[in-house]
């Protein structure tokens, strides 16, 4: 056989269809690094994967001959049975419906279900159509192509959602505190609105503005972390998660060891996320520095023969006698927001007896721009701005308002938290009364 022959029964060299092929999935990362910033699969993504996949499957099945195919189809095999088991693992995870569950979270799980049966079946059709032909360095040219674009995709996801928080620490009189640490960890969301650990960070420590910028991500991940310095107390938030591209809030807990959550507020979600944080000394901490007395009591406020609406803190009880230290009064009115319903609006007016004085501030506080005051944040009541009565909006929802009582010419200082509900054309009304008191004069009334 001469050369002209050999070289016209010598396999066609494929070099360009193997450099496509390995470059190929380099989409991926790219477009994980470019996707939308609501972080959120949309329908046209999720059909735009389903193609993706069936055309390198269909080119598994008619290209098994040649060398270069191994470059599609290890990686497609590795990825679908990567999906698919953790896809099973989400399922296994997650609710599975029952009397308890809600529709929406049964419907996820089927969704799961279905996903990672579909996961199945491309794995199991990979097998089928493996390639008949066998190139060593194809083979690892595609093990080491996985394994860089398996090692890249998640940076490249990171640095899509990337969103960092800006976090500024101050002392009870609105001065920066430097030298604080901050400890953080972050959580994703999960199947069923379960929390899925992400990363954990720190310490990083505040700088002499009282600033620290803490990576985070933007849209469904939530962070958790942890202010503390030597004579102060350890204060926890948590900056939730951002669902959806028209949220612009999330949501802010702190809280303390000796209390637990003790204020919850919202910042924008702007970029960087920005939000100020107390951090109170140790002197300004509960139990047993400063115990409070708490009482609980129940009550009928309507119209009924047996309402009793006066209350009186020595007892921490309600009677009909008009020498107690506060007056509920139940009323009606219709919802100016919806004039053409008969919808009703339980309110209930406070009035303070025999000296007693009140004030009322909202549940919420204000964690950024027009910062809520320390004594607001931790729970610590005003010395000034108190009325003679005020009138709780909404009564029936909880949580309510906070509520502040100076008493007994200010020698004691109590917080309260209303509940009550009914309706016009009933009689009885309940209500609920939890009262925060510090005998000792202080007006710390953190619980």
Known sequence: MNRKELEETKPPNHWLSACCATLVWWAIPILV???????????????????????????????????????????LFVWTCLAAAKSFEAFRGGPLGGASAAPLEGLATLIILATALLFSVEGVLCLVWHPNTISYPLIALAVLNTAAISFVTPRANLKATQQDIALRILDSSSNPVAGATVTFKRYGYGSGGTDVFDFEGGSLISGGDGVVVIPSRRMRYETRGMISKPSFRDVLFTVGMQFSEWDKERSVHVSTRESGQIAYGTIPTVESVALSIYLPPLSDAPEPL??????????????????????????????????????????????????????????????????????????????????????????????????????????????????????????????????????????????????????????????
Request: overall charge neutral; charged content about 25%; glycine content about 8%.
């Open 33 to 75: 690094r470019l996707q939308p910033r609501s972080d959120e699969v949309s329908g046209g993504l999720a059909l735009g994967c389903l193609i993706g996949l069936a055309v390198a499957l269909s080119l598994c099945a008619s290209f098994r001959r040649a060398p270069w195919i191994v470059l599609i189809w290890i990686p």
């Open 290 to 447: 400063h115990a409070l007395k708490r009482l609980t009591a129940a009550t009928d406020i309507g119209r009924s023969d047996e309402a009793a609406r006066f209350f009186n803190i020595d007892t921490g009880n309600f009677s009909k006698d008009p020498s107690g230290d506060l007056m509920f009064e139940l009323f009606f009115e219709k919802d100016s927001r919806f004039p053409e319903d008969n919808y009703e609006v339980v309110k209930v007016r406070v009035t303070g007896l025999n000296g007693t004085q009140v004030l009322q501030l909202p549940y919420a506080v204000s964690l950024s721009e027009d910062l809520s005051s320390y004594e607001h944040i931790f729970r610590i009541a005003p010395e000034s701005g108190y009325h003679d009565e005020i009138i709780l909006q909404d009564a029936g929802s909880l949580p309510g308002p906070t509520i502040y009582l100076k008493m007994r010419g200010g020698r004691i200082y109590g917080r309260m938290d209303v509940h009550a509900w009914g309706r016009s054309d009933q009689k009885k009304a309940p209500c609920e009364v939890w009262l925060y008191l510090n005998p000792t004069g202080q007006r710390q009334l953190e619980k």
